[in-house]
């Protein structure tokens, strides 16, 4: 097993920068998407704009980056400070933020999406940027499948297997809201998974190819 230093270390010699961060979503449209609800008839939260106050101004053309993070696997908090306005990632941090969204298996990691992160970003900034708790971010396939023997709401080629979901929290906010400016948010550009688990307190956000929304 490869040590954080020794991650960080050798993989910062080469890194080059991430990929170009999608725009900020203030004028980007709400996309329309069908309701649902779970088998305890709790509902997906609306996102209609006139319920989600503070939503961050137009500009900066790219929000902070900085993210305030606890793992809820081991407490473990860290402040990443990966990106500035303009646009510029800062690789060594990157690659710090890459290892705390580590497999809660076996600490395997890889490089997580960018722009699953910028997604959480812009979340974070909404809210102001508090602490936010990460349930699970990439997990090893191993892992997965082990979880997805006794968890039905755990999909056998979960977007958390290449590092472009993740499930989370914010303490201090109902998980509702959180869920209603996930939804808004969604990949930067309208696509992506949003799923609302209130009876988990969590909500998951992936960055893949199609719109959905669930609750479980």
């Known amino acids: ?5 020794q991650f960080l270390t050798g993989l910062a010699l080469t890194a080059a920068a991430a990929a170009t961060p999608a ?5 980007i449209p709400f996309p329309s998407d069908d309701m649902g609800s779970n088998q305890n008839g709790d509902p997906l939260p609306d996102y209609d704009e006139r319920s989600l106050q503070g939503r961050p101004e137009q500009q900066p053309l790219y929000v902070d980056g900085m ?3 606890r793992r809820g696997h081991t407490g473990e908090r860290y402040g990443f400070n990966f990106r500035d306005v303009q646009g510029n990632y800062n690789p060594e941090i990157m690659l710090s933020l890459d290892w705390f969204m580590r497999c809660n298996y076996d600490d395997s990691y890889l490089r997580m999406d960018t722009r699953i992160i910028e997604e959480l970003n812009y979340i974070a900034k909404w809210f ?3 602490e936010i708790t990460i349930n699970s971010a990439y997990r090893t396939p191993r892992y997965n499948q082990l979880i997805s023997k006794n968890n039905e709401n755990v999909a056998k080629n979960s977007l958390h297997i290449v590092g472009r979901a993740i499930d989370f929290s914010i303490p201090g906010i109902p998980i509702r809201q959180v869920c209603q400016v996930a939804q808004a948010t969604r990949n930067l ?5 949003v799923g609302y688990y209130p009876s988990q307190n969590f909500v998951h956000i992936d960055c893949g190819t199609r719109s959905a929304t669930w609750v479980r």
């Open 189 to 193: 550009a309208g696509t992506g998974g």
């Open 67 to 69: 993210l305030k993070l």
């Open 128 to 130: 102001g940027n508090p």
């Open 1 to 5: 097993m490869i040590s954080r230093r």
């Open 23 to 27: 725009l900020a979503l203030a004028a």
